[in-house]
T-cell receptor, first 110, second 114 residues
Framework: EDQVTQSPEALRLQEGESSSLNCSYT??????LFWYRQDPGKGPEFLFTLYSAGEEKEKERLKATLTKKESFLHITAPKPEDSATYLC???????????FGAGTQVVVTP | NAGVTQTPKFQVLKTGQSMTLQCAQD?????MSWYRQDPGMGLRLIHY???????DQGEVPNGYNVSRSTTEDFPLRLLSAAPSQTSVYFCASSNGQGGTDTQYFGPGTRLTVL
């Protein structure tokens, strides 16, 4: 059965304190792994898509990496505006059913 | 482009009532989907559609119906609301068959069933 697990559930950071979020997955073939950001009361907002192991993508203070079993979202020198819930999702190779993890809630304090 | 729009934003129902959550997109996307989001459980797929006239069940389809008569619209119907359906509902769309294409989400509908 396809499964996506995100850790930690919550993360509290001081402004400037870099850290990483983990998304581990079990799928029978991967068509794509997606990272989203979600602010309270809003819909998820797309950040990155990764397709194959070894791939990396960057956007401002965020960098996503992918291996055969997990993905990391690195937050470098975070600012308070990076506070959000970060969601990971996978799209298995065999069908159209996306699978989301439960998310990591990140709070960055000044 | 408005992107993905959802109505209503908030809704309160009594047990047993029926209602339709509306979803529309103006990006000419073939793939549309409905999710529910509950605390600690992430987003769970209810139903999805790979094109007009084609729908399929997701992870948690019971109690919900969908149809796709046009590319733009993908309504979600609750036939007889139950308290367990209290949740936040998100509609999403993407291009192609939803494989490697990004899903774009609507703002959500917060539903409370008393």
């Amino acid at each position: 059965e396809d499964q996506v697990t995100q850790s930690p559930e919550a993360l509290r950071l001081q402004e400037g304190e870099s850290s990483s979020l983990n998304c581990s997955y079990t799928v029978s073939g991967l068509r794509g792994l997606f990272w989203y950001r979600q602010d309270p009361g809003k819909g998820p907002e797309f950040l990155f898509t990764l397709y194959s192991a070894g791939e990396e993508k960057e956007k401002e203070r965020l960098k996503a990496t992918l291996t055969k079993k997990e993905s990391f979202l690195h937050i470098t020198a975070p600012k308070p505006e990076d506070s959000a819930t970060y969601l990971c999702a996978v799209h298995p190779a065999r069908g159209g059913k996306f699978q989301f993890g439960a998310g990591t809630q990140v709070v960055v304090t000044p | 482009n408005a992107g993905v729009t959802q109505t209503p934003k908030f809704q309160v129902l009594k047990t047993g009532q029926s209602m339709t959550l509306q979803c529309a997109q103006d990006m000419n996307h073939e793939y549309m989907s409905w999710y529910r989001q509950d605390p600690g459980m992430g987003l769970r797929l209810i139903h999805y559609s790979v094109g007009a006239g084609i729908t399929d069940q997701g992870e948690v389809p019971n109690g919900y119906n969908v149809s796709r008569s046009t590319t733009e619209d993908f309504p979600l119907r609750l036939l007889s609301a139950a308290p367990s359906q209290t949740s936040v509902y998100f509609c999403a769309s993407s291009n192609g068959q939803g494989g490697t294409d990004t899903q774009y989400f609507g703002p959500g509908t917060r539903l409370t069933v008393l």
